[in-house]
């Protein structure tokens, strides 16, 4: 298996890293972009087709206004400028699962063009180019297993033909495996914001080609590329780019040339196989789709489409730091998904301390969900007994203990909080502060050069009697009665 060690010790050394990513991701409509058959997953093979997705000769393809909607949106959040016309083009190819021979895309006019994504690295932001978004439509599916006969023959599912794909080509602006990991966590970040596609890369809604090159370091033109298809999950991405940059160094330092191709990465066995040269784009010839006229997005109806942008994971995070005094690290992760920011601010807006919340969403109740593998949705808590919990621990009313407690009774129950709450009868953490007091006495007798030092006027070292009074009482104690009690104690 390739190891990023090992990369990372040869590349900053000699070589550069060039790497360009195509991602495909799903539109989520109902129908198909050329005709009103269904997209939905997982039906039985077959079902969802019609003269136009089968390619039979004299159907033709209507434009559905929901796709052209969504990968504007995409392309929009994703920084592109939506060009008001832009052509579908025929690129001709034969494949079993392509019935009609060729697939209706987009090829020099795009959709969209232009874009960026920028992502967070050691050295600080980096700018990731977006080439251009574009339409096209997808292709069937080869099954290999799971029917009669299926070791002798190969069946076709053309369920997904004509499913909405919008294509995001990026420009070669990254130099590392992680730069690419990160470009891709942020572009599945932002389309799952515009809620356009699910991003399931189980179901194929999100697929990524990798084309990677090294050239020698200060070296200007690129080198040539090879191309790694179907890779399923990003971590294997990551994978697949140590090993081709390995492979690649390995080649040119053996003397021989790299071939352009296209590979396929083969994720037991951690490395890429040679599936086939690469095509060239006159290979495809390519030319206008002549049953579809040219895509017109006006800019009223660019307007329309800007209205529903949401707001963005990375502004979200910056406004949510100002706004309920949390850190970096909470906003990024109450913004892992739009659900969970949604959720969690609606507690927070509710509750006295914002910030409290945000520690109870991410420890206590995130926490208690992934232990049981469920989702945000499936939580017996709802965002409202967040809130109350939080506001009894911060008035004193119940201890952080006694909310580990309740929280634990609401899974075991899969009730809500305040529905626990009643039920255990408002517990109450106890007012009663003779066991505090003798903590206390106890500790300060222990301590007598710390008492000396406070008594001296060192009155910052009430915070550690007050941290040995709640260590003490295994955290069960109110943080505010204990330092009222050591502060009379010490006098
Ligand atoms: P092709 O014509 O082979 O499809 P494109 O120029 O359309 O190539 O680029 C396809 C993808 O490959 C883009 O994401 C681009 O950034 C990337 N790319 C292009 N040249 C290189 C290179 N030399 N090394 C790495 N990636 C590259
Ligand atoms: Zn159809
Ligand atoms: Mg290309």
Known sequence: MATSAATSDAVPGKYEAVIGLEVHVQLLTESKIFCSCSTRFGDPPNTNVCPVCLGLPGALPVLNRKAVEFAALAAMAL??????????ARKNYFYPDLPKGYQISQYDKPLAEHGFIEIDMAGGKKRIGITRLHLEEDAGKSLHDGFPDA???????????????????????????????????????????????????????????????????????????????????????????EYEIERHIGVIE????????????????GR?????????????????????????????????????????????????????????GDAHTLTATRALADQFESAARAAKNSKRVANLVQSELMGRLKARSLE????????????????????????????????????????????????????????????????AEEIIAANPKQVEQYRAGKTTMLGFFVGQVM?????QANPQMVNEVVRKKLG
């Open 79 to 88: 920084n592109c400028r939506v060009n008001e016309t832009s052509i579908f």
């Open 151 to 241: 070791a002798a023959k190969t069946a076709i599912d053309l369920n997904r033909t004509g499913v909405p794909l919008a294509e995001i080509v990026s420009e070669p602006d990254m130099r590392s495996p992680e730069e690419a990991y990160q470009f891709l966590t942020r572009l599945k970040e932002i389309v799952l914001y515009t809620g356009v596609s699910d991003c399931n890369m189980e179901e194929g809604s999100l697929r990524c080609d990798a084309n990677i090159s090294v050239r020698p370091r200060g070296q200007k033109e690129f080198g040539t590329k090879t191309e790694v298809k179907n890779v399923n999950s990003f971590r294997f991405i990551r994978q697949a780019l």
């Open 254 to 269: 053996g003397g021989a040339k790299i071939t352009q191709e296209t590979r396929l990465w083969n994720a037991n066995e």
């Open 272 to 328: 890429t196989y040679s599936m086939r040269s690469k095509e060239q784009a006159h290979d495809y010839r390519y030319f206008p789709e002549p049953d579809l006229p040219p895509l017109m997005v006006d800019e009223k109806r660019q307007a329309e489409i800007r209205a529903q942008l949401p707001e963005l994971p990375e502004a979200r995070r910056e406004r949510m730091i100002r706004e309920y005094v949390i850190t970096a």
């Open 376 to 439: 945000l949705e499936q939580s017996p808590i709802s965002m409202a007994g967040v809130a109350a919990s939080a506001d009894l621990v911060e008035s004193g009313a119940i201890s952080g203990k006694m909310l580990k407690d309740l929280y634990d009774l609401c899974f075991e129950r899969g009730e809500d909080f305040l529905a626990v709450y009643e039920e255990e009868g408002r517990p109450e953490q106890s007012r009663d502060t003779s066991a505090l007091e003798k903590l």
């Open 471 to 475: 260590k003490a009482s295994k955290g």
